[in-house]
């Protein structure tokens, strides 16, 4: 089964940084890779879906990239409603595995 | 609006089983694949299971393969989740989730203790 990686686990950062998380697949996924947000006891929201397309409704401070193996989510000004933890996802076949996730913290 | 709402979560012995349920609304329901996606308390989102818009095909993450049943009733616009033998390390909120590719909409979720 193709496992998914992501980095760092946890980030703290000032508000206005720009901030990256990576996932990398223990084989390539071609770009059937999802970001999805999950606020403090909230339910996971998605951000982007074929690794770079912004679903609808998401700040464009928000975006993605990567194929195959490497994919990054960017943050190009984070804000105080951005902490969360981040979670990316293979979506081409089963089994459809998570990253751990990467909380993500207000400096 | 899109909406799926959880039900049949509670409190169960190990060993014993629990039929969870998640209606949907403000969609075509029968013409989605649908997943169910659990989450431990304080941990990370763990994929459970998937089927297709018909119900023709299922499949199953391995640490629930054999005990877990997926499947759908498209006349009442419900997904469910028959959970057997439950052990304590299936305790997790379970959320069903609308496929568009990615998992577009989520339920609440419901949450299941597995605890004598």
């Known amino acids: 089964d193709i496992q998914m990686t992501q980095s760092p686990s946890s980030l703290s950062a000032s508000v206005g940084d720009r901030v990256t998380i990576t996932c990398r697949a223990s084989?390539?996924?071609?770009?059937?890779l999802a970001w999805y947000q999950q606020k403090p006891g909230k339910v996971p929201k998605l951000l982007i879906y074929a690794a770079s397309t912004l679903q609808s409704g998401v700040p464009s401070r928000f975006s993605g990239s990567g194929s195959g193996t490497d994919f990054t989510l960017t943050i190009s000004s984070l804000q105080p409603e951005d902490v969360a933890t981040y979670y990316c996802q293979k979506c081409n076949s089963a089994p459809y595995t998570f990253g751990q996730g990467t909380k993500l913290e207000i400096k | 609006e899109v909406q799926l709402v959880e039900s049949g979560g509670g409190l169960v012995q190990p060993g014993g089983s629990l039929r969870l349920s998640c209606a949907a609304s403000?969609?075509?329901?029968?013409?989605?694949?649908m997943h169910w996606v659990r989450q431990a308390p304080g941990k990370g989102l763990v994929w459970v299971s998937r089927i297709t818009s018909d119900g023709s095909s299922t499949t199953y993450a391995d640490s629930v393969k054999g005990r877990f049943t997926i499947s759908r009733d498209n006349a009442k616009n419900t997904l469910y989740l028959q959970m057997n033998s439950l052990r304590a390390e299936d305790t997790a909120v379970y959320y069903c989730a609308r496929v568009n590719g990615p998992l577009d909409y989520w339920g609440q979720g419901t949450l299941v203790t597995v605890s004598s």
């Open positions: 084989q390539g996924i071609s770009n059937y």
């Open positions: 403000g969609f075509t329901f029968s013409s989605y694949w």
